[in-house]
């Protein structure tokens, strides 16, 4: 990425190369630094000499000379979820033993991937360079295979070690080298699954560095250059075309151009296509993201106490969510689907050539806009962005943007809000949610909302009455997409970020990625 002020420039950190592998050896005879046991609530129950009933605990807490049982007495630990209990105990190859808290019962996704980013802690306190997960029972649940739940330790072990710190002066290297899974089995299925995992996982750290950056290194342009070198990487299978402002004009996007006609920065409108290295494409699917790369509000600025306009380098997270999706997509290589990554970048600026409130701005499908609130822009550059994938012959699509304050208020930071008139697509993203652990909820569309999105002088205002703001955005958007095409909207304003750590999640991107495969003949 190119810096445009403040001399700022970030460092080139290499990811942490760690070694995983599946192996089926006695979790006796494991040798390393750190051994981590997987337990739930009812894998702690004792018998009545305050030994443990389950057999692998049993078997380690006899090899320690029951000092497992004695510290998980004394430090309180019963299995729930987040707990863990490490200590250096001898009498095994291992260095360290930790129990880790699984909860009641240990069922998705998200219950491993927790397990791993807990393990990733414990190796960075322990300064570990070899760990190794097991299971207190590897009898995994119905929803999930022994290969799902290999990749989600693997997952959370991938991003739970990862920090960003390329913007820091100074920064220490986690030292895990290996992680091995014991217990889950091995061979090739496993194996495709963890692969699956480290690929999808260091597409979501790219889409984190993305969000992370701040306006002055990541302007539109150098999110373009971005976009480009992942289709450089993978150009067996991608391609890019960067539309200019000039471009963009002949397509008649008035309303994406009068969002970026304040800002010194121009505008890049980004389009990546992938197409599979051979077979037919029997589907055609675009991913569509909201790139304001930083939002002022315009004229009407963002102002006063949660306002957030410190923040507002975030709103360019639906567009790190498809791009980390393309970066994924371009080495699995899915059969069978072609797919369309696009992104009207721009930033939302003021100065004397910038859209007023009360301006009107015609989209390029002839529909013109009253625009009542400037802060309302990520709808305008979203509506050109869906004229384009409309017109890319696209079966559906998916568009995501940090949108609404609204929909934050109605679910909270953690739950993206769902909007879409099509139950069957709504089915599609749904079961990819679950395989990937990230929280959607679907929202409804009230059409009779639509009232208050009336113009008396254009055909529509940007933006509604206060209440019901995140539904009203949707149809807003829905008026720029072809009836013929299935579309689907997430306003992902709430789990783009992490409030505690204040830094980016990469949300969107496992499920995006599980979404294409889905509709894939791989």
């Known amino acids: 990425m190119a810096h445009t002020l403040g001399l700022t420039q970030p460092a080139n950190i290499e990811l942490p190369k760690i070694s995983f592998a599946a192996k089926e050896i006695d979790v006796a005879e494991w040798k390393g630094d750190l051994l981590a046991v997987g337990v739930t609530e009812k894998h702690m129950t004792k018998d009545e000499n305050s030994k443990f009933q389950n057999p692998i605990l049993k078997k380690l807490d006899g090899l320690l000379g029951s000092l497992l049982a004695e510290a998980s007495f004394e430090e309180d630990f019963t299995g729930k979820a987040g707990q863990s209990l490490v200590h250096r105990l001898p009498g095994l190859g291992s260095k360290r033993v930790g129990l880790f808290g699984l909860g009641q019962s240990a069922s998705s996704p998200a219950a491993f991937h927790g397990l791993g980013e807990a393990v990733a802690a414990a190796a960075k306190t322990a300064q570990a360079s070899s760990a190794a997960v097991i299971l207190a029972s590897s009898e995994c649940p119905s929803v999930m295979s022994k290969g799902n739940t290999a990749a989600a330790i693997v997952s959370g072990t991938v991003l739970g070690l990862y920090e960003d710190n390329r913007y820091k002066s100074e920064s220490k290297k986690p030292q895990l080298k290996s992680l091995d899974i014991l217990g889950l089995g091995t061979g090739p299925e496993i194996e495709k699954k963890i692969k699956y995992a480290e690929v999808v ?65 121009p505008p890049h409108f980004i389009h990546l296509c992938y197409k599979p290295p051979s077979g037919p494409v029997k589907t055609k699917l675009a991913l569509v993201g909201k790139g304001l790369t930083f939002d002022s509000g315009g004229y009407n600025i963002k102002t006063g106490p949660g306002s957030s306009i410190e923040t507002m380098k975030v709103d360019m997270g639906g567009s790190a969510a498809v791009f980390g999706a393309a970066k994924a997509l371009g080495q699995i290589k899915p059969s069978g689907v072609e797919v369309h990554f696009i992104v009207a970048s721009c930033e939302n600026m003021i100065s004397g050539k910038g859209m007023r409130p009360g301006d009107i701005v015609t989209a390029s ?128 304003a709430g789990p783009v970020l992490n409030d505690k750590k204040h830094v980016a999640t990469g949300f969107g991107i496992s499920t995006l990625v599980e979404w294409v495969l889905k509709n894939s003949s791989s």
């Open 201 to 265: 996982s260091c597409a979501i750290i790219f889409g984190r560095e993305l969000v992370n950056s701040p306006a002055n290194v990541l302007t539109p342009a150098a999110l373009a250059a971005e976009a480009s070198k992942i289709a450089s990487l993978y150009s067996d299978v991608l391609s890019a075309n960067i539309l200019t402002e000039e471009q963009c004009r002949e397509l008649k996007m008035g309303s994406y151009l009068g969002v970026a006609a304040a800002s010194a920065n």
């Open 365 to 492: 499908n002839g529909k013109t806009i009253e625009v009542n609130n400037t802060d309302a822009e990520g709808r305008l550059t979203l509506a050109d962005a869906l004229v384009y994938a409309c017109n890319q012959g696209v079966e559906k699509i998916v568009d995501l943007a940090t949108l609404t304050g609204a929909c934050v208020v109605a679910l909270g930071p953690s739950i993206a809000g769902v909007f879409t008139p099509n139950d069957d697509l709504a089915k599609e993203l749904f079961q990819a949610s679950e395989a990937s652990g990230e929280k959607l909820w679907r929202m409804p569309l009230e059409e009779s909302y639509w009232e208050s999105m009336k113009s008396g002088v254009a055909d529509m205002v940007n933006t509604g009455g206060r209440q019901g703001g995140a539904i009203n955005a949707a149809l807003f958007l829905k008026q720029f997409v072809d009836e013929k095409v299935k579309w689907m909207h997430i306003d992902m």
